[in-house]
C-alpha cells in the first residue's frame, strides 16, 4: 500500500491490487476513506467524507494530480 504523501491528515495511497483498474488515488484518515478517479476527478467510492471534505480532498487531487499519476505508473509499471 504505497502512500504517495499527508496532507492534513489524510493519507493518499495507493492500494496494490488494484493494478488492473484505471489509475485512481484513495484517500484515508481515521474512518474515512474515498476513491478518486484520476482522469475525470470524479469519486468512485466515499466512506463517512462529508461534502466538505470531498471538496477539499478534490481540489488537493486537482493541483496534484501530474505527482500522484507519475508515482501509479512508477508503483504500476504502466
Not at 56 to 75: F, G, M, Q, Y
Amino acid at each position: 500500500m504505497p502512500k504517495v504523501f499527508v496532507w492534513q491528515g489524510w493519507a493518499f495511497l495507493f492500494y496494490s491490487l488494484d493494478r488492473t483498474e484505471p489509475p485512481h488515488v484513495h484517500v484515508t484518515k481515521d474512518r474515512k476513506e474515498c476513491k478518486i478517479w484520476l482522469d475525470s476527478l470524479d469519486i468512485a467510492k466515499n466512506k463517512r467524507c462529508t461534502e466538505h471534505e470531498l471538496n477539499a480532498i478534490l481540489a488537493v487531487v486537482r493541483e496534484r494530480r501530474s505527482e500522484i499519476l507519475e508515482k501509479w505508473h512508477e508503483h504500476f509499471g504502466n
